[in-house]
């Protein structure tokens, strides 16, 4: 069993889960994939995947948001670090945010995605 930090990543579009997973390995970082916000809540409380930071796309196309679906998360365990991936709801971001998450606008670089989530857990 490796010890990298596990990172829930929710991302509908199956090219760019696979693109976020390779970035995150590279950073050293393991992904744990789901393709919906209610696929997420269960992983997550489950909590048999012990992910330590969610990464979700905002718009998932399905009945929860990535913006609802962080407060949910939230509501189970505060303070869970949270990072949105975005084009087109950055402006969204203020507002519809998770205290303390960050926005990785896309399309990003790998490097900008493991620095992201390092950002978010500190240091280690």
């Not at 050293?28 to 696929?39: D, L, P």
């Not at 409380?45 to 929860?64: F, K, P, Q, S, W």
Request: proline share 5%; net charge negative; charged share 20%.
């Amino acid at each position: 069993m490796s010890d990298a930090v596990r990172v829930l990543v929710v991302e509908d579009e199956a090219l760019i889960a696979s693109f976020v997973e390779d970035a995150l390995s590279d950073g050293g970082f393991e992904a744990c994939s789901v393709h919906s916000a209610e696929a997420a809540l269960s992983t997550f409380r489950d909590g048999r995947e012990g992910c330590r930071v969610l990464l979700t796309d905002v718009n998932l196309g399905g009945a929860i948001s990535g913006w609802e679906l962080a407060q949910q998360i939230r509501e189970i365990s505060p303070g869970f670090p949270v990072a949105y991936m975005t084009s087109a709801s950055a402006p969204d971001w203020q507002s519809q945010g998770v205290d303390g998450s960050v926005l990785i606008q896309k399309p990003f670089a790998p490097a900008q995605l493991a620095a992201a989530v390092s950002q978010l857990l500190g240091p280690r």
